[in-house]
DNA sequence: ATGAAAGCGCTAACAT
DNA sequence: ATGTTAGCGCTTTCAT
């Protein structure tokens, strides 16, 4: 059906050896031969059929991004970011997403199956034993979750946690509570812990409230049962820091519903600065996820090139985002 | 270096064609052997090779997305849709996105490249004759573009224009302005009609604003700039309609910055009902985004089962959300 | 400078 | 029931 490199041998009285070596600008042909093959090839409309070039060259020209859930801005928007970066290299993306954190496996054993992207992206998915297993061989870039045995970009969670504790006592705050997730992945444990140091420090008691809400804590429902949990505290909090930008939605919705608002009632720090994040002026930590993403996609095809090199941990430094939600108590 | 039916067939002492029919799940083998064969390839941790398998199938198993830009929650959103329906699906999923609407033919190239892709899911890209030539003997499901040689999913733009100035005029606003986009793609371009329509029935006249902002006019940028130059007019509206959410919330920060306020100083209704127009309490009118997406995938399946079947145009119906920003005037 | 031929790893007739 | 073999469309030695 369609033009192949036998075609245009055929037609341009060549071999086909011939044929590929013009097509890959190979320097060993006549700058006739050349100039009549890429004639002809251009005549037929010839294109070059992926997948065969693929199974010769023994590389795809594919990289796949695993992600735990796409109904989240943060991951979207770190998509943005890899999108953006493969845009500009040689490979084509491939996207897997799972349903929840909790099935990411399926997906992921999808994009490293043998022949189909040379390189993966795996987010916010800590990798234990069984992981490891079918990561094996594999060329992986981690992101928002650090392993020695692979590159990563994380942020530093503990610090962003403390930066908005910190924040929140200079703004005069007083009872300074923690929103967090049930169950607790990583960064929000860390995240927690950088607010408790600040708190520490300060001498102050942390007070934390967490919604059971599996398979996925960073929800927008998440945020408004365990600030409900909060509001029927005997002694409301006057800030809250919330382990992420979504949940921190979810819990000015609270608010709102009980007739409070931020930051007159309760100051309000999310993380991660999602694009609402502006629209309503919640102050957050904000991760560059656009950068994120890139990067770990340009480590990932320099590695591709270069599987030697030791494995590097990048850790952005989290910015803190004051917007009106935690404004100083008047 | 890694296990090839090669290997099992040797291992299993049959021959590769037998290997082969066992994991085809062929009913053609003798039991022991098939046993046999499970057991030696589960022990060597057999993975097919997905490229020498989709060469020899004549079939990639994948499907693609072409998008004129991601920095836009529309198609974010409808991204989603198609992510869920191909993860439900046997297919794998490549992303192809341009950094603007103008550059999206290289990337579709790219997508239709022979041996890449089975079918492509090509978003908001007016099929003109260069793109048909493209686009010829492949299997393209069109989304939020209608053309008769293809199967397509849009919403009735024009309906959706209608119901929100109907919307507006029925909420007793007198002056009733469209910011619209330059250079105006087709769907703005029926919303502006629908607009047009429901003024005309009411018998006033249109007030149309637009900024050229290129290469992409449904941006925050455009729509803060619009409505800039509706505020300079001797005798403002008290409503407006745009042909976009990006573009409302654009208008709303220059209506803040002028110390104005909706529904208060200016009713505004915005198109599409991504998620931030729920938090800011925007108006719109209400694209099943997730939907159209889904629905095309589900479409881009059924005919490469079944290339035969006549197009078909899907119009899906908008549907107005009321909220705080077009609220009637007391 | 060019051609012949051996793969790449698998599927699918066609034989037996 | 199983094996042999010819592709799938291309790249890449190895000859000439």
Redesign the interface.
């Known amino acids: 059906m369609?033009v192949t490199i036998y075609d245009i041998a055929a037609e341009a009285e060549v071999s086909i050896a011939t044929v590929s070596r013009v097509l890959n600008g190979s320097p060993r042909v006549a700058k006739a031969t050349r100039a009549r093959v890429h004639r002809v090839a251009e005549r037929m409309g010839y294109?070059?059929?992926?997948?065969?070039?693929?199974?010769a060259r023994q590389t795809?020209g594919?990289v796949s991004a695993v992600i735990p859930v796409?109904?989240n801005?943060f991951y979207?928007e770190v998509?943005?970011g890899i999108?953006?970066a493969v845009?500009q290299s040689d490979f084509?993306?491939?996207?897997?997403?799972?349903?929840d954190p909790e099935h990411v496996d399926g997906?992921l054993a999808?994009a490293l199956?043998?022949?189909?992207a040379e390189g993966v992206l795996l987010l916010s998915t800590p990798v234990d034993a069984a992981r490891r297993e079918l990561l094996n061989?594999s060329t992986v870039v981690l992101l928002d979750v650090a392993d020695a045995a692979f590159d990563s970009f994380t942020v530093d969670n503990s610090l962003g946690g403390y930066l908005a504790t910190h924040h929140l006592l200079e703004n005069g705050f007083q009872r300074i509570a923690h929103i967090s997730v049930v169950p607790e992945p990583l960064p929000a444990r860390e995240r927690r812990a950088g607010y408790e140091r600040a708190l520490a420090e300060a001498g102050r008691t942390p007070l934390i409230a967490a919604s059971d809400q599996r398979p996925y804590g960073f929800s927008e429902a998440a945020g408004y049962e365990a600030m409900t949990a909060l509001l029927a505290l005997p002694e409301r909090p006057d800030a809250v820091f919330i382990a992420s930008d979504a949940q921190a939605?979810g819990a000015l919705s609270a608010l709102r519903e009980a007739g409070l608002s931020a930051p007159h009632d309760m100051a309000v720090v999310g993380f991660d600065d999602i694009?609402?994040a502006e629209?309503?002026g919640l102050s957050t930590v904000r991760q560059p996820m656009h950068e994120m993403g890139r990067l770990a996609v340009e480590r990932l095809v320099a590695r591709l090139a270069d599987s030697q090199a030791p494995p590097i941990q990048h850790v952005f430094s989290p910015t803190l985002v004051v917007r009106a939600s935690s404004a100083r108590r008047v």
């Open positions: 369609s294109q070059p059929h992926a997948l065969a070039q693929s199974l795809t594919l796409l109904t801005d979207m998509l943005r999108q953006d845009a084509d993306l491939l996207v897997y997403a799972a349903s997906q999808r199956q043998r022949g189909r061989g939605l694009k609402v629209v309503v």
